[in-house]
């Protein structure tokens, strides 16, 4: 079983910067996802690490905009956001599956972590 726990959420005001971050129990044989839910909408995979080469991929929405990244000597994955507009408001989770196809629903999930853009 794998845990992560997600951090790193808060107020930013729009055009601003936030880094998330998620401790995770193990990196072998996962791959890492961040995923996110705007109020009244469906969860949306956001970004993924692949667990076969480290490649990352992003969804259309953030792509330019967030960057992933792994910090293996600290089992950590990142989650730089840049020029944040108020449609990146949501509930962000990490999470853990042996697939890297974030389009699927990933096996295990940390809490989330709320992130807040004003416009």
């Known amino acids: 079983e794998v845990q992560l726990q997600a951090s790193g959420g808060g107020l930013v005001q729009a055009g601003g910067s936030l880094r998330l971050s998620c401790v995770v129990s193990?990196?072998?044989?996962?791959?890492i996802g961040w995923f996110r839910q705007a109020p009244g909408k469906e969860r949306e995979g956001v970004s993924c690490?692949?667990?076969?080469?480290?490649?990352?991929s992003y969804s259309d929405s953030v792509k330019g905009r967030f960057t992933i990244s792994r910090d293996n000597a600290k089992s950590t994955i990142f989650l730089q956001g840049n020029h944040l507009t108020p449609e990146d408001t949501a509930v962000y989770y990490c999470?853990?599956?042996?697939?890297?196809?974030?389009?699927?629903?990933?096996?295990?999930w940390g809490q989330g972590t709320l992130v807040t853009v004003s416009s």
């Open positions: 193990t990196f072998s044989g996962y791959s």
């Open positions: 690490i692949s667990r076969y080469d480290s490649k990352t």
């Open positions: 999470a853990a599956d042996e697939t890297a196809d974030y389009s699927k629903n990933f096996t295990y």
